[in-house]
């Protein structure tokens, strides 16, 4: 009897052991998703605030070259303006010399 007594014993602490083996693994897990999640997390966030610094520069970068592309746009209207003026003056003239002639003055 006190042979099955002793593995009965020994069968309980083995059972102990197996459950505080079981305990231990469970909270292993619990800490390796939490820790897994917090930098995840972080992970993404870093991620996010580099995507936000990109789009941010990216549209600062269009919009330089946006104002860039007007002002040669705006230079090459006054210069199409002078010069359609400049010929308009010069037909002006003509046309008032040929009328001060016609008109003998």
Same mark, same amino acid.
């Given at each position: 009897?006190?042979? $099955?007594?002793?593995?009965?014993?020994?069968?309980?602490?083995?059972?102990?052991? $197996?459950?505080? !083996?079981? /305990?231990?693994?469970?909270? %292993?897990?619990?800490? %390796?998703?939490?820790? @897994?999640?917090?930098? @995840?997390? +972080? #992970? #993404?966030?870093? $991620?996010?605030?580099?995507?936000?610094?990109?789009?941010?520069?990216?549209? &600062?970068? !269009?919009?330089? +070259?946006?104002?860039?592309? !007007?002002?040669?746009?705006?230079?090459? !209207? +006054?210069?199409?303006? +002078?010069?359609?003026? @400049?010929?308009?003056? /010069?037909?002006? &003239?003509?046309? $008032?010399?040929?009328?001060?002639?016609?008109? &003998?003055?």
């Amino acid at each position: 009897m006190l042979k $099955i007594d002793e593995i009965l014993k020994r069968l309980e602490e083995i059972d102990k052991v $197996i459950k505080s !083996a079981d /305990e231990t693994k469970t909270n %292993v897990l619990i800490y %390796v998703e939490q820790v @897994s999640k917090k930098y @995840s997390d +972080e #992970i #993404i966030k870093k $991620i996010e605030g580099i995507v936000s610094n990109a789009i941010f520069e990216y549209k &600062n970068k !269009a919009v330089e +070259e946006a104002k860039k592309e !007007a002002e040669k746009i705006i230079k090459s !209207a +006054e210069d199409k303006k +002078e010069k359609i003026l @400049s010929k308009y003056r /010069e037909n002006k &003239n003509k046309l $008032i010399e040929k009328a001060l002639a016609i008109l &003998n003055l």
